[in-house]
């Protein structure tokens, strides 16, 4: 029977609300699918979608801005509010003609740092008054949930002002000690490079930056976190060392000596996440990477040397500092995840091993 847009929409972010789902994903002959526990599982009793519900889905929920420009554009991100089940991402795209949709669910509410597995060393970054904390990881990692965990501590723990850049805004802070302005990409600017550049004028204390795309944003970012802000920012990165190594190369030769400083002056850690499933398939648990910038770390991206943090992390386990080979080995070793989880979630597999008195004998 044909339900309105708007009716199906409410009715598919009840099931992946009912179910725990991260993601729903909605693509031409196929049922609604919903990613559970890391996992695509397809709605049972639904028929597939086709190309006019899908096509009804995206002239709905867009506005006549929004819809221009996906036309123009041929895909688009933008966050959806729903009075009854919160804030959604959705991102549209076309496939062989015919939009699609993939929906992020939004956090509804900030969860602890014991709820989300975050080791004490990130929420102490939080604490820090400059500088630059890099979250980074895989897509789907849980990032954006811990940028705005480390908003969230900072909103109640001092008082200042906090603006945040997003593509699209996922979680809605509200004002408690902090004031909190947070800007969409594409809403309420075009672009992150060009808003981080206005933003340094508006007197804020904390900038949260979504997503470093490009050197105009680093380049930017570094500037503010050496003119005394701190910035948290999010990478596309699979360690510290490739953070270190992703920054640096984003500038080209005139511009990388400055850069190199900057960095070794600024930064102040790199977490590094990714989610993996529990023994029973039921929950992902989070294994990150800890990096703090030490005077020996310091030392190492001022030599341009990052291929060897890997070693000052081992070092540093005292300061609060661990790989994420250390962290996948301690899941592993509680029963939480299984050895091939282990393995296959690693960045340096024979680590692991090691680890785990498995290696080559």
């Known amino acids: 029977m044909y339900q309105p847009p708007t009716t199906f929409f409410r009715h598919i972010l009840q099931i992946a609300r009912d179910s725990g789902a991260s993601d729903i994903h909605l693509v031409a002959g196929l049922p609604p699918a919903f990613r559970v526990s890391g996992e695509i599982i397809m ?17 709905t929920l867009l506005n006549d801005i929004q819809r221009a420009r996906f036309e123009q554009e041929r895909e688009l991100c933008v966050s ?42 990130v929420t102490a970054l939080a604490r820090r008054t ?21 908003i969230d501590v900072i909103n109640a723990s001092r008082r200042g002002k906090i603006i945040t850049i997003e593509d699209p805004v996922e979680f809605e802070h509200a004002h408690r000690k902090c004031i ?32 470093m795309r490009d050197m105009e944003t680093i380049e ?24 270190v190594e992703r920054v640096i190369g984003s500038f ?30 039921d929950r992902l648990l989070l294994a990150t990477e800890v990096l703090l910038a030490t005077d020996a770390v310091r030392n190492l991206v ?28 301690t899941l592993y070793s509680k029963g939480l995840i299984t050895y091939d989880t282990a393995l296959a979630h690693s960045n340096r597999p024979e680590v692991v091993k090691a680890l785990l008195g498995r290696g080559e004998r």
């Open 43 to 59: 709605a049972p009793r639904h028929d597939p979608l086709t190309a006019d519900v899908l096509r009804d889905f995206a002239c």
């Open 80 to 121: 959806h509010f729903d009075a009854e089940w919160g804030r959604v991402r959705l991102s549209f795209y076309h496939r062989v003609g015919i939009p699609e949709l993939s929906i992020r669910m939004c956090t509804q509410q900030i969860r602890s740092a014991d709820e989300l597995m975050l080791p004490e060393a």
């Open 130 to 150: 400059s500088g630059l904390v890099l979250i980074t990881g895989p897509t789907g990692m849980g990032k954006t949930t811990t940028m705005n965990y480390l």
């Open 180 to 211: 909190i302005t947070q800007i969409e990409v594409g809403t309420d600017t075009l672009g992150f490079a060009s808003c981080l550049r206005h933003v340094l004028r508006l007197n804020p204390d904390v900038i949260a930056v979504g997503e």
């Open 220 to 243: 930017t970012a570094l500037t503010a976190a050496e003119t005394g802000h701190l910035v948290l920012a999010t990478l596309h990165t699979p360690s510290a060392g490739g953070t």
């Open 252 to 281: 080209d030769g005139q511009r990388q000596p400055q850069a190199v400083l900057q960095l070794a002056s600024t930064l102040q850690g790199v977490v590094t996440q990714r989610l993996v499933p529990s023994v029973e398939k």
């Open 302 to 329: 001022r030599e341009q040397k990052p291929h060897l943090l890997h070693n000052a992390i081992s070092t540093g386990r005292s300061e609060g500092m661990h790989s994420l080979e250390d962290s996948l080995a």
